[in-house]
């Protein structure tokens, strides 16, 4: 397939992209548009949008890539998924949205005190730009092994090209623009992995019923594991799915922003809920997907690459048709935009309103400052991607939830302590606790095997992160009583 008919094609898929840019900024820029769309925006469209938002490239590709190891147990994270997006509907939520905020992290300030609150949009920054970066670099491989190698550009230079189109079509609207492009980012990579399925059932000679059946009957499909010390025991699975739910969804800007931009918390409410049953489909037709990649390369003799993140790329662009090649490449490209335009604005908005005190500002110099931050995140995600291409020896979305275990585990201990007890703390010292938290989680995985009878940690750091920070915070703490004691006069 002509790597000049794959560059055709991403460039109109973005004139798309920029034409909804267009349509939904062309009423004017300003900072309310760009944080929360003026808190206009349709539930069903949000939730429908956040899907693209919360899979991103790696879904997309390591998802079916990991079905040979580790079979269909994926699942289990996801179910622990649809509890934590529970607690985020029913605790988070009507905490966010009574105390109206903009950035989720000035809760923080006014929970514990401005070095707390630093510290949290400090983490959330380091988090994302690492999460969305890792992601960016999933789907700048795959175009630099289908388009840009054949055309002897540089990765570097189509990681700049990659990155300068997201700002191209978020630097104006900015939310208002993302929960419009998400969706219909949203679409094209479903249909896109509607194809991939239909086409690998086709050549399979399989009806529905049959590739379910083929699917279901496979070593592939086994979801459930009972061996506590197996990496994919099931309640190590389904609590690290609870908790990164909680923190990647309820403690994050990016996503957090996008139900704060609907009308009131009712409507937040039942985009959080619909999304949650819109992502249990979705995995399971990724890990259908993955299953049938595996089975369709041993019925027509294939030799596959041995790592799995490679695995759907390879067959799509050298054993597919051309038409479900050039799907592929629009699903990825579509499900990683999706995921980075929006970390993109959220840090945008992170910034701006955590570190630069936006609300003392005039409107003129808060839409400037934005531009420059917004520009400032992108040149930054570049750099990582480049960076992560030269030190990564695995699976992304491996590297990716194991960046989420130590950057949110502070947040994880400082909303859940912040929530569940209302003891005051030194706020100076919280900086500190944060920090410490993440150094003893690492030092505690990488020796649990000799420390705890063999056990092996795995999503579940964050768990633990968590629970450490909430004990530090918990050593620093005095009870309401005894500040009222120490400061009464006698």
Same mark, same amino acid.
């Given at each position: 397939?002509?790597?000049?008919?794959?560059?055709?094609?991403?460039?109109?898929?973005?004139?798309?992209?920029?034409?909804?840019?267009?349509?939904?900024?062309?009423?004017?820029?300003?900072?309310?548009?760009?944080?929360?769309?003026?808190?206009?925006?349709?539930?069903?469209?949000?939730?429908?949008?956040?899907?693209?938002?919360?899979?991103?490239?790696?879904?997309?590709?390591?998802?079916?890539?990991?079905?040979?190891?580790? =079979?269909?147990?994926?699942?289990?994270?996801?179910?622990?998924?649809?509890?934590?997006?529970?607690?985020?509907?029913?605790?988070?939520?009507?905490?966010?949205?009574?105390?109206?905020?903009?950035?989720?992290?000035?809760?923080?300030?006014?929970?514990?005190?401005?070095?707390?609150?630093?510290?949290?949009?400090?983490?959330?920054?380091?988090?994302?730009?690492?999460?969305?970066?890792?992601?960016?670099?999933?789907?700048?491989?795959?175009?630099?092994?289908?388009?840009?190698?054949?055309?002897?550009?540089?990765?570097?230079?189509?990681?700049?090209?990659?990155?300068?189109?997201?700002?191209?079509?978020?630097?104006?609207?900015?939310?208002?623009?993302?929960?419009?492009?998400?969706?219909?980012?949203?679409?094209?990579?479903?249909?896109?992995?509607?194809?991939?399925?239909?086409?690998?059932?086709? +050549?399979?000679?399989?009806?529905?019923?049959?590739?379910?059946?083929?699917?279901?009957?496979?070593?592939?499909?086994?979801?459930?594991?009972?061996?506590?010390?197996?990496?994919?025991?099931?309640?190590?699975?389904?609590?690290?799915?609870?908790?990164?739910?909680?923190?990647?969804?309820?403690?994050?800007?990016?996503?957090? =922003?996008?139900?704060?931009?609907?009308?009131?918390?009712?409507?937040?409410?039942?985009?959080?809920?619909?999304?949650?049953?819109?992502?249990?489909?979705?995995?399971?037709?990724?890990?259908?997907?993955?299953?049938?990649?595996?089975?369709?390369? +041993?019925?027509?003799?294939?030799?596959?690459?041995?790592?799995?993140?490679?695995?759907?790329?390879?067959?799509?662009?050298?054993?597919?048709?051309?038409?479900?090649?050039?799907?592929?490449?629009?699903?990825?490209?579509?499900?990683?935009?999706?995921?980075?335009?929006?970390?993109?604005?959220?840090?945008?908005?992170?910034?701006?309103?955590?570190?630069?005190?936006?609300?003392?500002?005039?409107?003129?110099?808060?839409?400037?400052?934005?531009?420059?931050?917004?520009?400032?995140?992108?040149?930054?995600?570049?750099?990582?991607?480049?960076?992560?291409?030269?030190?990564?020896? +695995?699976?992304?979305?491996?590297?990716?939830?194991?960046?989420?275990?130590?950057?949110?585990?502070?947040?994880?201990?400082?909303?859940?302590?912040?929530?569940?007890?209302?003891?005051?703390?030194?706020?100076?010292?919280?900086?500190?606790?944060?920090?410490?938290?993440?150094?003893?989680?690492?030092?505690?995985?990488?020796?649990?095997?000799?420390?705890?009878?063999?056990?092996?940690?795995?999503?579940?750091?964050?768990?633990?992160?968590?629970?450490?920070?909430?004990?530090?915070?918990?050593?620093?703490?005095?009870?309401?009583?005894?500040?009222?004691?120490?400061?009464?006069?006698?």
């Amino acid at each position: 397939m002509s790597s000049t008919l794959i560059l055709g094609i991403i460039a109109a898929y973005f004139c798309i992209l920029i034409l909804i840019s267009f349509i939904t900024s062309k009423k004017g820029e300003s900072t309310d548009s760009f944080f929360l769309a003026n808190r206009s925006s349709p539930w069903y469209v949000v939730a429908f949008g956040m899907i693209g938002t919360s899979l991103s490239g790696v879904t997309f590709i390591s998802i079916p890539g990991m079905v040979e190891k580790a =079979q269909f147990s994926y699942l289990q994270l996801i179910l622990g998924n649809m509890l934590g997006y529970f607690v985020v509907a029913m605790v988070l939520m009507p905490l966010y949205y009574r105390l109206n905020l903009v950035s989720i992290y000035t809760y923080l300030e006014q929970r514990y005190g401005f070095w707390s609150y630093k510290t949290g949009a400090a983490f959330f920054l380091l988090s994302r730009t690492l999460g969305a970066s890792l992601r960016m670099f999933l789907v700048a491989g795959v175009l630099q092994l289908a388009v840009f190698d054949e055309l002897g550009v540089p990765f570097e230079v189509s990681v700049a090209i990659t990155i300068a189109l997201i700002w191209v079509y978020t630097f104006r609207g900015g939310m208002k623009t993302i929960i419009w492009t998400d969706t219909f980012q949203t679409l094209a990579m479903l249909i896109c992995v509607g194809i991939s399925i239909s086409m690998i059932s086709s +050549e399979l000679n399989l009806s529905f019923q049959g590739m379910v059946d083929t699917i279901s009957e496979s070593k592939y499909s086994q979801v459930f594991f009972w061996d506590v010390k197996d990496p994919r025991y099931f309640f190590k699975q389904f609590l690290s799915g609870a908790f990164i739910s909680i923190v990647m969804v309820g403690l994050d800007q990016d996503m957090m =922003q996008k139900n704060l931009s609907c009308k009131n918390l009712k409507e937040a409410q039942k985009n959080m809920f619909s999304f949650t049953v819109i992502v249990m489909i979705v995995n399971i037709l990724f890990l259908s997907l993955g299953a049938l990649l595996y089975l369709f390369a +041993e019925a027509k003799g294939i030799g596959l690459p041995e790592k799995g993140d490679n695995v759907f790329p390879f067959l799509a662009l050298n054993h597919f048709s051309s038409f479900a090649a050039i799907a592929f490449i629009l699903g990825i490209t579509a499900i990683t935009y999706a995921s980075a335009d929006s970390a993109l604005t959220a840090l945008t908005t992170s910034f701006c309103v955590d570190f630069l005190d936006f609300k003392n500002r005039p409107e003129t110099q808060r839409i400037r400052y934005k531009n420059w931050v917004h520009l400032g995140f992108s040149l930054l995600m570049g750099i990582v991607i480049i960076i992560f291409r030269i030190v990564n020896d +695995e699976s992304v979305v491996q590297a990716v939830f194991k960046v989420a275990g130590y950057t949110y585990g502070p947040l994880l201990g400082l909303y859940s302590f912040g929530v569940f007890s209302n003891r005051p703390v030194r706020d100076n010292l919280v900086p500190f606790i944060c920090v410490l938290a993440p150094v003893l989680t690492y030092i505690i995985s990488l020796n649990s095997v000799d420390w705890f009878w063999g056990y092996e940690f795995g999503f579940e750091v964050l768990i633990l992160n968590g629970f450490l920070t909430f004990m530090g915070l918990y050593s620093i703490s005095r009870k309401k009583t005894d500040l009222l004691d120490a400061t009464t006069p006698v």
